[in-house]
């Protein structure tokens, strides 16, 4: 069953619209490991200039303790670093592919809507 043109353009103005929808929440959660990796890299400089004997603590959740081996402390952030870039990353491959489907949907509506047009116009 052939759909007819305006139904069309309904249905692909909808996926545009659902790509723009994913296209912020992906770019809000690129946002949100960005500032994550930063905070990761003031930690791991904090934790470099401050003299051997001064203590470190580390929060988790509600509670805050002491930590006594520093190395495996910056073990843990060099890993979360890590895996938070290639998260982003992922994301970042993920946001390109829903640009250019965004592009081609916005190209099929112009071509689909100029069609419309031109047949319009040839009706007259």
């Known amino acids: 069953m052939e759909q007819n043109p305006s139904t069309y353009i309904q249905n692909q103005l909808r996926q545009a619209q659902q790509i723009e929808l994913q296209l912020e929440q992906t770019s809000a959660q690129k946002y949100q490991l960005d500032m994550k990796i930063k905070e990761i890299e003031r930690s791991l400089k904090e934790i470099e200039e401050i003299k051997d004997d001064t203590p470190i603590f580390k929060s988790v959740g509600m509670i805050v303790y002491q ?4 190395k495996k402390l910056k073990d843990e952030l060099e890993e979360q670093k890590e895996l938070s870039q290639i998260r982003t990353k992922t994301l970042e491959k993920q946001q390109k ?3 250019e489907k965004y592009k081609e949907i916005e190209q099929a509506i112009r071509q689909n809507y100029d069609g419309m047009k031109k047949g319009k116009e040839g009706t007259n």
């Open 97 to 99: 592919m829903l640009e």
């Open 67 to 70: 930590v006594n081996d520093r």
